[in-house]
């Protein structure tokens, strides 16, 4: 099923035809870790082509100006070689309909949803699919582009308020990163940068070593200073999931010796709990339900089946803690909520809903993901 939903993905966005592609950030990080997971599930070779044929189409499209904008080339304002060699440097575009918000122009919040520009949640998610296209294919240059990316997103999106002396982080950016859209911070966006900033460089450490220059390390401590005192909780099933999948990566990182301390994993367990406590699967019809979010949680849950099963393998690493173990055990009592949304989702009468189609791209992909997890979850 896996393969026929990306197969379906490839013909209707144009990757192998290279026709009037169709790219959004967001679907894309996910399309790209879930053909490398079929790369090495398979051993076959076209999905690493796709994975990587994939990544040049978004930097190509993503990493340009639009076509309705008087500015071209790349963003970052490389001329065309060092552009081509570097094309993270200046960021990523979303790559939605309508062209980006003027400094002049009113702020209109519903329209703001549909317009261009840089969302730092976005970025984030493309710094991993980069480096996981850096594990797989052991070439360095992938993780790289992930570390240029998170420099140049640190860069853009954190500020110093001028009432305060804290870094905050804005959570949507213009196109060129010279002003702010939406000013406020996006709840796990400090979480996602700490985690992935983490994650480039313990891959860059630890299998590339000095190839990969320079390194995050004041970019980590800076975004950390940012996260303390967080409270990381949601009831959106979207946010839960993807703070279910922080918090398996988080293990990880401690099982390669990046984290010291379980504090974290700690804090992220109790605010997952708090979540899905509170998060309840209605029995609705598809057309009043959104299958992304929903398949968000479900690619948390299966997070939390690995999470488990790596702390039961590795026990005294995660001692530190006695009531990791609790938490985790309680966590898992959730679990086969994922085998109904996947069960719902399969279902072709439930993708023939109106939900379904208006954000189909998004929708296919990420049931991909809930059906056969690893390649995201993976750090």
């Keep these: 099923m896996v393969q026929e939903i990306m197969a379906e993905f490839d013909g209707m966005t144009g990757i192998s035809s290279g026709k009037n592609p169709r790219r959004y950030l967001w679907t894309d990080a996910f399309a790209v870790c879930n053909f490398l997971e079929l790369y090495q599930q398979t051993d076959n070779p076209e999905y690493r082509r796709l994975a990587l044929r994939l990544i040049d189409q978004v930097h190509n499209l993503l990493g340009r100006h639009r076509e309705d904008d008087l500015r071209k080339g790349w ?66 240059i992938y993780t790289t582009w992930g570390i240029e990316l998170a420099k140049t997103a640190h860069a853009g999106f954190t500020y110093v308020p001028p009432t ?34 983490t994650s480039l460089q313990a891959t ?63 804090t992220l367990l109790d605010s997952s709990m708090r979540g899905l406590k509170s998060c309840a699967l209605e029995n609705l019809p598809a057309h009043y339900r959104l299958a992304f979010r929903e398949l968000g949680l479900s690619i948390g849950l299966h997070a939390v089946e690995r999470l ?16 990791l173990h609790s938490r985790i055990e309680t966590l898992m009592r959730y679990v086969p909520m994922h085998e109904i949304i996947e069960k719902f989702w399969l279902e072709g009468a439930n993708r023939k809903s109106v939900t379904w189609k208006e954000h189909r791209d998004i929708n296919m992909v990420m049931l991909a993901t809930s059906l056969a997890p690893d390649g995201y979850l993976t750090r």
Excluded at 234 to 258: E, F, H, R, W
Aim: aromatic content about 10%.
């Design 75 to 140: 963003i970052s304002g490389l001329n065309e070689q060092e552009g081509s060699l570097h094309p993270t440097r200046g960021g990523l575009r979303i790559g939605k309909k309508l062209n980006e918000r003027r400094p002049a122009d009113p702020v209109d919040e519903r329209l703001e949803w549909d317009r261009d520009g840089q969302y730092y949640h976005y970025l984030t998610k493309w710094m991993h699919a980069l480096n996981r296209a850096g594990h797989v294919t052991g070439d360095s």
């Design 308 to 323: 488990h099963t790596l702390t039961e393998q590795n026990p005294v690493l995660f001692s530190e803690n006695r009531l």
């Design 204 to 266: 860059a450490d630890t299998f590339f070593k000095k190839s990969v220059q320079p390194g995050l390390r004041e970019e980590i401590a800076e975004i950390a200073a940012i996260c303390e005192g967080k409270d990381w909780a949601t009831d959106d099933p979207l946010g839960i999931g993807d703070l279910l999948c922080s918090t398996y990566k988080v293990a990880q990182l401690v099982m390669d010796g990046y984290f010291r301390q379980t504090d974290l994993l700690a």
């Design 164 to 197: 305060g002396s804290q870094k905050r982080m804005y959570w949507k950016m213009s196109i060129d990163l010279s002003y702010p859209l939406v000013r406020s911070m996006g709840h796990h966006d400090p979480l996602d940068g700490f985690i992935t900033y």
